[in-house]
């Protein structure tokens, strides 16, 4: 196993929960930071500390007493919690990021992962396979705060050399720890409702199409991105990726396969004009060709699967 102490910020959240314990599988040490507790498997599988990245003596203070070498640094507020609050979502998404990438390249930390996300395309991209490399111009705060993180990312790489990697996930999928106060999260809430209720309210419209993604491929995602080899590495802002893409009457028919009485009803509210600023669907060519990048789930496999968790 290698040696390399590993750091993630966000370790509680949706990604930060599953990615930690995936981690440990490859680690010695893994030392999971948040602001809020961890779920159980990651408190009882390793080190946890209650860290804000807005403090940068604290995190300095994390980075030397383990003596970290990697950083996944995940802590962000997403973007429907960040149309209600944008100050705090520039401050924590943008100060955060800064603290980050600083304390990394003054501490020798050797490779650093920050997620961006297809919000940092916007009304103005093209809707359809949105390419690697076109028109940007996102409208929501989450966006605008990705789409300059990814510049600090790509700056950080060019003009100091740090060896930092990124993707821009899609809407993510996953039943081991709640949404993070997402557009997409109705993706994810869908499934609990169903199993509990059989019925579910949407936020969104019926035909509102966005790229998504199971929890599983996103960590094989970042796990292979992480073990390239830096010469593969063409992209240092973000990297699009991609796997499936579904409107919410099609996961709801997806689910009525499994629960025939499932209904589902529409009451858009102001996440819909979020969602409708993104794009359809993602090209993801250019992953696919750095580090072989490739899908595993689809609808139905992902429908299956989320289901046979939550029921047991
Ligand atoms: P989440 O909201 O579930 O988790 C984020 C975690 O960060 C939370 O546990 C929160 O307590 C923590 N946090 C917030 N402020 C902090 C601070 N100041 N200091 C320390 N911790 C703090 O979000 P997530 O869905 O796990 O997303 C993780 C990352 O992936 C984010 O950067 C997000 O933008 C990105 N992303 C997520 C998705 C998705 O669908 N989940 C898609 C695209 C990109
Ligand atoms: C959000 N789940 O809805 C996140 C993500 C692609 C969307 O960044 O804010």
């Known amino acids: 196993m290698p040696q390399d102490a590993v750091l993630v910020i966000g370790a509680s959240g949706q990604i930060g929960s599953e990615l930690t314990l995936e981690l440990r599988k490859h680690y010695t040490t893994v030392v999971a930071a948040d602001l809020k507790n961890p779920i159980p498997e990651v408190a009882d599988s390793g080190p946890f500390l209650r860290l804000d990245v807005l403090n940068r003596s604290g995190l300095a203070d994390c980075i030397s007493r383990y003596r970290i070498n990697q950083i996944y640094h995940l802590a962000a507020i997403l973007s429907a919690t960040g149309e209600k609050n944008p100050e705090l979502a520039w401050r924590v998404n943008m100060k955060g990021l800064r603290n980050v990438l600083d304390c990394s390249l003054q501490m020798n930390v050797q490779k650093l992962f920050w997620p961006s996300t297809i919000a940092v395309f916007g009304p103005n991209s093209p ?56 557009t997409t ?59 499936i893409d579904f409107t919410p009457a099609e996961i709801a028919e997806a689910i009525r396969k499994h629960i025939a ?32 990048w490739m899908p595993s789930y689809n609808l139905e496999a992902l429908t299956t699967d989320m289901l046979a968790h939550i029921a047991a």
């Not at 690697?132 to 790509?154: F, H």
């Not at 899609?170 to 997402?182: F, M, T, V």
């Not at 996103?218 to 802002?237: C, K, Q, W």
């Not at 858009?268 to 750095?290: G, M």
């Open 261 to 292: 009485d499932f209904v589902i009803d529409y009451q858009p509210d102001f996440r819909q004009q979020i969602a409708e600023s993104w794009p359809e669907s993602i090209d993801d060519s250019v992953a696919r060709r750095d580090w072989g």
């Open 127 to 182: 809707k359809q396979r949105t390419p690697q490399w076109t028109v940007m111009e996102p409208n929501t705060i989450y966006g605008i705060s990705k789409l300059a993180g990814e510049r600090w990312c790509d700056y950080y790489f060019q003009k100091k050399n740090l060896d930092v990697r990124s993707l821009r996930y899609p809407g993510l999928i996953s039943y081991k720890a709640p949404g993070g106060g997402g």
């Open 185 to 243: 999260d109705y993706a994810i809430d869908i499934f609990f409702e169903a199993v509990r209720h059989r019925r579910f309210t949407c936020f969104l419209k019926a035909d509102t199409r966005l790229p998504m993604m199971y929890m599983p491929d996103a960590i094989r995602a970042t796990l292979l991105l992480m073990e390239a080899p830096a010469d593969r590495i063409t992209v240092r802002s973000s990297y699009n990726i991609a796997a």
